[in-house]
């Protein structure tokens, strides 16, 4: 079974970046058939998707987000991480890593679900 | 920006069935995935590519779709089934590729 934990900051000033890190357990992170992704979720509201990472280090960016977000991996330490820019009170959210299933529809397009997550970290921007 | 609609909150006695709705233009093409989430808790997913099970998820929950709704329906509700649900499904309407997320429901047992 795969288990992921999120580290890093749980404050951080407006302007800043925060950098989260997420840990996975078993040597997953080297295969290629999964997103290692990120999702934030503001208080009493619905997950949004930020974005994910896959083998061979590609990247895929929520479009909202896509000039503030950038995800790394780093398969040696089964590690991937989140750094997001010049960060304002809007950003403060439980922050949490997910393992992405690729799925291929009829049709041909390519989607993603999400069957193992984290726990979170609250991140809180403030001054 | 895309949106998935789903009904604020949905109320039902325990063991009667309860259905929630998750609607949004690109529906029709792309599959279908819900979470149940309860209070500090992580999402679990319950129902993936509109219809299907993972293991473990007992088999009062099931997801079907009709144009462009897809509904989780929970049959014989449990007291344990009280929970956020969400729903999530790509938007295709663009040129750019999102992952999105219905607002939610909150199903209250009675």
């Known amino acids: 079974q795969v288990q992921l934990q999120e580290s890093g900051p749980e404050l951080v000033k407006p302007s800043q970046t925060l950098s989260l890190t997420c840990t996975v357990s078993?040597?997953?992170?080297?295969?290629?058939?999964?997103?290692w992704t990120w999702i934030r979720q503001p208080a009493g509201k619905g997950p949004q998707w930020l974005g994910h990472i896959y083998i061979p280090g590609r990247t895929k960016y929520s479009p909202s987000l896509e000039s503030r977000v950038t995800i790394s991996l780093d398969t040696s330490k089964n590690q991937f991480s989140l750094n997001l820019s010049s960060v304002t009170a809007a950003d403060t959210a439980v922050y949490r890593c997910?393992?992405?299933?690729?799925?291929?529809?009829?049709?041909?397009?390519?989607?993603?679900?999400?069957?193992?997550w984290g726990q979170g970290t609250l991140v809180t921007v403030s001054s | 920006s895309y949106e998935l609609t789903q009904p604020p909150s949905v109320s039902v006695f325990a063991g009667q069935t309860a259905r929630i709705t998750c609607s949004g233009e690109?529906?029709?093409?792309?599959?279908a995935y819900w979470y149940q989430q309860k209070p500090g808790q992580a999402p679990v997913l319950v129902i993936y590519k509109d219809s299907e099970r993972p293991s473990g998820i007992p088999e009062r929950f099931s997801g079907s779709r009709s144009g462009t709704t897809v509904t989780l329906t929970i049959s014989g509700v449990q007291a344990e089934d009280e929970a956020d649900y969400y729903c999530?499904?790509?938007?295709?309407?663009?040129?750019?590729?999102?992952?999105?997320f219905g607002g939610g429901t909150k199903l209250t047992v009675l």
């Open positions: 997910a393992r992405g299933i690729i799925v291929v529809t009829p049709g041909g397009k390519t989607q993603t679900f999400f069957d193992y």
């Open positions: 690109s529906m029709p093409n792309q599959y």
């Open positions: 078993g040597n997953f992170l080297s295969r290629d058939n999964y997103y």
């Open positions: 999530q499904s790509p938007d295709s309407s663009g040129p750019y590729y999102d992952v999105v």
